[in-house]
């Protein structure tokens, strides 16, 4: 049986040693669909999108930080980017939020860069890079709720409350500028 297309495509930058573990992520990854979910704390939200691994552009480098001789030696930082605005398995209303959110992620060719050198393996930190891009697909596809009755009304009233307070310090200042006038009749 042939591997998925994804995991075909970094099985030379993943190695084939634990290929059977990233064949697993990519699957994983890849075969949920996106739907409308009802979570438990009663937040209607949409599900993160499958997020494509063949779409993503992967690089490793030298990790910093203690390791001695093997840290020199070994490229385990995993470095995951793609172009936010032609994501097209993402949808348009939270790539616009992404990139709202992530301006400092994102370079000046539009590319959302995500790192990570957790670990000291490049499977491990090209999961956790995996795992941060879905968080942020997350966040930014959540919306707020919305407002219940209650919470307009209170709204109104300390908007009416502040306008009150604002009006009687306008009358108070009017009061003291009118009484350093000087009359000169």
């Given at each position: 049986?042939?591997?998925?297309?994804?995991?075909?495509?970094?099985?030379?930058?993943v190695?084939?040693?634990?290929?059977?573990?990233?064949?697993?992520?990519t699957r994983?990854?890849?075969?949920?669909?996106?739907?409308t979910?009802?979570r438990?704390?009663?937040f209607?939200?949409?599900?993160?999108?499958?997020?494509?691994?063949?779409?993503?552009k992967?690089?490793y480098?030298r990790?910093?930080?203690?390791?001695?001789?093997h840290?020199n030696?070994v490229?385990?930082k995993?470095e995951?980017?793609f172009?936010?605005n032609t994501?097209?398995?993402?949808?348009?209303?939270v790539?616009?939020?992404?990139?709202?959110?992530?301006?400092?992620?994102?370079?000046?060719?539009?590319?959302?860069?995500?790192?990570?050198e957790?670990?000291?393996?490049?499977?491990?930190?090209?999961?956790?890079?995996?795992?941060?891009?879905?968080?942020?697909?997350?966040?930014?596809?959540?919306?707020?709720?919305?407002p219940?009755?209650?919470?307009?009304?209170?709204?109104?009233?300390?908007?009416q409350?502040?306008?009150l307070?604002?009006l009687?310090?306008?009358?108070?200042?009017?009061a003291?500028?009118?009484?350093?006038?000087v009359?000169?009749d």
């Open positions: 049986m042939a591997a998925p297309a994804a995991a075909r495509c970094l099985r030379g930058a190695g084939f040693a634990g290929f059977g573990r990233f064949a697993r992520l994983r990854l890849t075969s949920s669909q996106h739907h979910a009802k438990s704390d009663g209607q939200g949409v599900q993160p999108p499958a997020i494509p691994v063949d779409k993503l992967v690089s480098s990790s910093s930080g203690p390791g001695g001789q840290v030696k490229s385990t995993a995951v980017r172009h936010v994501a097209e398995w993402i949808p348009e209303e790539r616009d939020e992404i990139v709202l959110k992530n301006k400092t992620r994102i370079n000046k060719a539009g590319e959302l860069i995500v790192t990570s957790v670990s000291r393996s490049q499977q491990r930190n090209l999961e956790n890079c995996l795992q941060k891009i879905s968080e942020i697909i997350t966040e930014a596809s959540q919306r707020p709720p919305e219940s009755e209650d919470d307009i009304a209170l709204r109104a009233q300390r908007l409350r502040r306008n307070v604002r009687e310090q306008k009358k108070i200042q009017s003291t500028k009118r009484g350093r006038q009359d000169f």
